[in-house]
């Protein structure tokens, strides 16, 4: 039998909600996970100093337990250095997102005015406050994120000193566009190392697999394989795992997110050990992390072994990625 200990693994990008949705994923995530990077699109928007206290309270009495850390964010708006200088302890980012392009992001930037949002991007550099970026324009659905890179051209040539994280990549362009500047990075999600447009669509339409960004081309998928099974050192995991009741997300109308939380170590593991790369999950699931936002995780191992795990059809109101299904590993125990 196989076995794997993770040491402090790390989720880069999570949507925890609020209220009961958050009582019911919190729990899951903090689990398996030393911490993640909490995203801010709650409605309203977190956007103060109070609101980031509040939402990060709520989520440690959601967890209950002591051996995980909520990084928070704030929802991008122009803010002046002064209250920067104020909430630079409370927050690890600040996440972008172009308006409308994704759920609850109506109040995000709807134009990108680079001498408008100077004054916050050179305090956020100057703080050492990472940008993390949705980074999608509105145009035809499967273009979205090539025409973003002109946009990370300029927010990384304008603030060379910044941070920038390209969040949840999806194509074969945001892994080229990686090198080209020192202060880029990206997030990976799992489903987008294991789906095509071709899965949601292709056939009977499954909306539990529709997300934003949505899956490209098997190409595409090909280049995010190549630099997560290789940990370039630039990228690292963030599972984007979006909760939606079941009955929003096989509605029509249903909202963008692959709830993937409970079973994203299992799911790593088969795709890592799949390609004799599983030496490498450790650095893609934590060290990159730690490194690139400069953070010391809760100290956590997570011991995974090569056994059948059949995904529970629900949890909560919530039905996950692969319900039903077997997977090839399973979390012997965390400690």
Same mark, same amino acid.
């Given at each position: 039998?196989?076995?794997?200990?993770?040491?402090?693994?790390?989720?880069?990008?999570?949507?925890?909600?609020?209220?009961?949705?958050?009582?019911? #994923? *919190?729990?899951?995530?903090?689990?398996?996970?030393?911490? *993640?990077?909490? /995203?801010?699109?709650?409605?309203?928007?977190?956007?103060?100093?109070?609101? @980031?206290?509040?939402?990060?309270?709520?989520?440690?009495?959601?967890?209950?337990?002591?051996?995980?850390?909520?990084?928070? =964010?704030?929802?991008?708006?122009?803010?002046?250095?002064?209250?920067?200088?104020? #909430?630079?302890?409370?927050?690890?980012?600040?996440?972008?997102?172009?308006?409308?392009?994704?759920?609850?992001?109506?109040?995000?930037?709807?134009?990108?005015?680079?001498?408008?949002?100077?004054? =916050?991007?050179?305090? /956020?550099?100057?703080?050492?406050? @990472?940008?993390?970026?949705?980074?999608?324009?509105?145009?035809?659905?499967?273009? %979205?994120? *090539?025409?973003?890179?002109?946009?990370?051209?300029?927010?990384?040539?304008?603030?060379?000193? $910044?941070?920038?994280?390209?969040?949840?990549?999806? =194509?074969?362009?945001? #892994?080229?566009?990686?090198?080209?500047?020192?202060?880029?990075?990206?997030?990976? =999600?799992?489903?987008?190392?294991?789906?095509?447009?071709?899965?949601?669509?292709?056939?009977?339409?499954?909306?539990?697999?529709?997300?934003?960004?949505? *899956?490209?081309?098997?190409?595409?998928?090909?280049? !995010?394989?190549?630099?997560?099974?290789?940990?370039?050192?630039?990228?690292?995991?963030?599972?984007?795992?979006?909760?939606?009741?079941?009955?929003?997300?096989?509605?029509?109308?249903?909202?963008?997110?692959?709830?993937?939380? +409970?079973?994203?170590?299992? $799911? $790593?593991?088969?795709?890592?050990?799949?390609?004799?790369? !599983?030496?490498?999950?450790?650095?893609?699931?934590?060290?990159?992390?730690?490194?690139?936002?400069?953070?010391?995780?809760?100290?956590?191992?997570?011991?995974?072994?090569?056994?059948?795990? @059949?995904? +529970?059809?629900?949890?909560?109101?919530?039905?996950?990625?692969?319900?039903?299904?077997?997977?090839?590993?399973?979390?012997? %125990? #965390?400690?």
């Amino acid at each position: 039998m196989k076995s794997i200990t993770l040491t402090m693994p790390l989720d880069m990008h999570l949507h925890l909600r609020d209220g009961e949705m958050l009582e019911t #994923v *919190a729990p899951l995530t903090s689990y398996s996970f030393s911490g *993640a990077l909490v /995203m801010p699109n709650l409605v309203p928007p977190v956007t103060t100093l109070d609101s @980031v206290i509040e939402y990060k309270k709520r989520i440690k009495h959601a967890i209950g337990r002591d051996d995980f850390e909520p990084y928070m =964010t704030l929802f991008y708006q122009n803010y002046t250095r002064p209250f920067l200088e104020s #909430v630079q302890d409370e927050i690890t980012a600040i996440k972008l997102y172009p308006s409308g392009v994704t759920t609850n992001s109506e109040g995000g930037v709807s134009s990108f005015d680079i001498e408008s949002m100077r004054e =916050t991007l050179e305090a /956020m550099a100057d703080l050492g406050i @990472v940008l993390s970026v949705h980074g999608e324009t509105n145009g035809f659905v499967m273009d %979205r994120e *090539a025409e973003f890179m002109s946009v990370y051209e300029m927010l990384a040539s304008n603030f060379p000193k $910044l941070k920038i994280v390209m969040e949840h990549i999806t =194509t074969a362009n945001a #892994v080229e566009m990686l090198d080209r500047y020192e202060n880029l990075y990206a997030t990976i =999600t799992v489903h987008h190392l294991i789906i095509t447009l071709d899965d949601v669509a292709g056939g009977m339409l499954r909306p539990h697999l529709f997300c934003k960004p949505i *899956a490209k081309r098997p190409e595409d998928r090909a280049a !995010l394989l190549k630099i997560a099974l290789e940990a370039h050192p630039k990228v690292m995991f963030g599972s984007d795992s979006a909760p939606h009741p079941k009955h929003t997300k096989e509605s029509c109308g249903c909202g963008a997110g692959v709830f993937t939380a +409970p079973i994203a170590l299992q $799911l $790593l593991c088969e795709v890592f050990d799949a390609h004799d790369k !599983l030496d490498n999950l450790q650095a893609f699931i934590s060290d990159n992390a730690q490194q690139i936002y400069g953070i010391c995780a809760e100290y956590k191992e997570v011991v995974l072994v090569k056994q059948d795990f @059949v995904v +529970p059809e629900m949890y909560g109101s919530v039905v996950p990625m692969r319900a039903g299904e077997t997977l090839k590993w399973s979390i012997e %125990r #965390v400690d």
